[in-house]
T-cell receptor, first 117, second 113 residues
Framework: DQQVKQNSPSLSVQEGRISILNCDYT??????FLWYKKYPAEGPTFLIS?????DKNEDGRFTVFLNKSAKHLSLHIVPSQPGDSAVYFC????????????????FGQGTILTVHP | SQTIHQWPATLVQPVGSPLSLECTVE??????LYWYRQAAGRGLQLLFY??????ISSEVPQNLSASRPQDRQFILSSKKLLLSDSGFYLC????????????FGEGSWLTVV
């Protein structure tokens, strides 16, 4: 049962434009969400996160939006750069549900972003 | 600064052979340690996590085991590999008290033939 889904396996964007990566989840208990970026032959690196008490978090060119009622989050990259080309994973966890979840992140399948010069 | 290393980077093993993937973290003490796997077409799946030496929790039933013989060392093992064990294995760590921002190693590609 895939509790976190990234339904677009790939996305192609022109340099300078906006990239929007989407993620849906089914477990309404998830309350903390993260995005990771992964280059070939490397492990994923943390990009940005958001807790369920917020609906938006910005960090430079990266903004994550959370729509709890729709169980949907998205990552916006503006402006997109060729160096942003990578696989992007969204992840979710139970951070504030009591007890500890010890990094039990549930990941989506990933979306390959290609930014063309 | 903290670094994480795992090896070997790639491995081709016959069915029924043993497995040992090793991971070490430097620059921090008492980290939480994790093993994840990414199988084809699926997201990263948590296999094991450890909050201290000798403390291992398994998330999914499988043909694999994990051990933490030292504070910053995490080992993924199997006595007899199956074809379905093929995949990309990632070791990761997080700071005690920060359970959600985890840092990954470079990963190990395992192909069971």
């Amino acid at each position: 049962d895939q509790q976190v889904k990234q339904n677009s396996p790939s996305l192609s964007v022109q340099e300078g434009r906006i990239s929007i990566l989407n993620c849906d989840y089914t477990n309404s208990m998830f309350d903390y969400f993260l995005w990771y970026k992964k280059y070939p032959a490397e492990g994923p690196t943390f990009l940005i996160s958001i807790s369920s008490i917020k609906d938006k978090n910005e960090d430079g060119r990266f903004t994550v939006f959370l729509n709890k009622s729709a169980k949907h989050l998205s990552l916006h990259i503006v402006p997109s750069q060729p160096g942003d080309s990578a696989v992007y994973f969204c992840a979710a966890t139970l951070a504030f549900a009591g007890g500890t979840s010890y990094g039990k992140l549930t990941f989506g399948q990933g979306t390959i972003l290609t930014v063309h010069p | 600064s903290q670094t994480i290393h795992q090896w070997p980077a790639t491995l081709v093993q016959p069915v029924g052979s043993p497995l040992s993937l090793e991971c070490t973290v430097e620059g921090t003490s008492n980290p939480n340690l994790y093993w994840y796997r990414q199988a084809a077409g699926r997201g990263l799946q948590l296999l094991f996590y450890s909050v201290g030496i000798g403390q291992i929790s398994s998330e999914v039933p499988q043909n694999l085991s994990a051990s933490r013989p030292q504070d910053r060392q995490f080992i993924l093992s199997s006595k007899k590999l199956l074809l379905s064990d093929s995949g990309f294995y990632l070791c990761a760590w997080s700071v005690q008290g920060d359970l959600y921002t985890i840092y990954f190693g470079e990963g190990s590609w395992l192909t069971v033939v």
